[in-house]
């Protein structure tokens, strides 16, 4: 999000920036924190997250940031744009919770090999 910022604030090199996505990437995380920090790695949790950051950052903001950028009627966006999200979330979590499940045994070992 700062790298946006900088990149397109002080090093402007032309090329399109809207605010809105940075603010999404920020809510993404934001969200990530909230329900995965220090929390034990579960499908549960993760389907969960994964519900949530879709629903909001994907479905609401994008949504609404294609609108204003293109003035598409918001609705119209919604109904194309729905049916990929609700097919990409049970995809999603499960990648990311075999992606976390390595991550974490990789960590199990570096700490026992000590």
């Known amino acids: 999000m700062v790298k946006d910022l900088i990149a397109n604030t002080i ?8 605010l ?9 995380g934001v ?3 909230m329900i995965l920090y220090q ?5 549960k949790r993760l389907f969960a997250y994964e519900f949530v950051q879709i629903l909001v950052t994907n479905v609401f903001f994008t949504t609404l ?11 119209q ?7 990929k999200e ?3 979330w ?6 990311l919770f075999l992606v976390l499940r390595a991550v974490s045994r990789l960590n199990l070992q570096q700490k026992s090999g000590y």
Do not use: C, D, H, M
């Open 11 to 18: 090093f402007s090199s032309g090329s399109t920036f809207f």
């Open 20 to 28: 809105g996505f940075t603010f999404s990437a920020f809510v993404s």
């Open 31 to 33: 969200i990530a924190g």
């Open 39 to 43: 929390q034990k790695v579960s499908l």
């Open 65 to 75: 940031w294609i609108n204003i950028l293109y003035t598409t009627p918001f609705i």
């Open 77 to 83: 966006l919604l109904t194309v744009r729905l049916p």
């Open 86 to 88: 609700v097919i990409s």
């Open 90 to 95: 049970p995809i999603e979590a499960i990648i």
